[in-house]
Nanobody, 115 residues
Framework: QVQLVESGGGLVQPGGSLRLSCAAS????????MSWYRQAPGKERELVAS???????NYADSGKGRFTISRDNSKDTVYLQMNSLKLEDTALYYC?????????WGRGTQVTVSS
């Protein structure tokens, strides 16, 4: 059974940092593209960043220069380092794993940026 478990969310002040983690199990991690999405209240889920199986990275404009995605294939874990957080980064952050037609989602971790 595939599981994606996110962690690392929390309450942070504007300008602060958080590191999200997504631990995967039940799949061959190295085959999967791993992505972070987020969904704010009343808004659609949107891509934040993605990492291909070979490690190439892609970022939404909203996070370029502030967010960094990385993966540790030895731990079956993908990370999202978020710096210089803004109020508008407040959202539920989800991890996604995709390989061909197979797609799995985690349950999300809440990030709240507030002063």
């Amino acid at each position: 059974q595939v599981q994606l478990v996110e962690s690392g969310g929390g309450l942070v002040q504007p300008g602060g940092s958080l590191r999200l983690s997504c631990a995967a199990s039940g799949l061959t991690f190295t085959l999967y593209a791993m992505s972070w999405y987020r969904q704010a209240p009343g808004k659609e889920r949107e891509l934040v960043a993605s990492s291909s199986p070979t490690g190439s990275e892609n970022y939404a404009d909203s996070g370029k220069g502030r967010f960094t995605i990385s993966r540790d294939n030895s731990k079956d874990t993908v990370y999202l380092q978020m710096n210089s957080l803004k109020l508008e980064d407040t959202a539920l952050y989800y991890c996604k794993a995709q390989f061909k037609s197979l797609t799995y989602w985690g349950r999300g971790t809440q990030v709240t940026v507030s002063s």
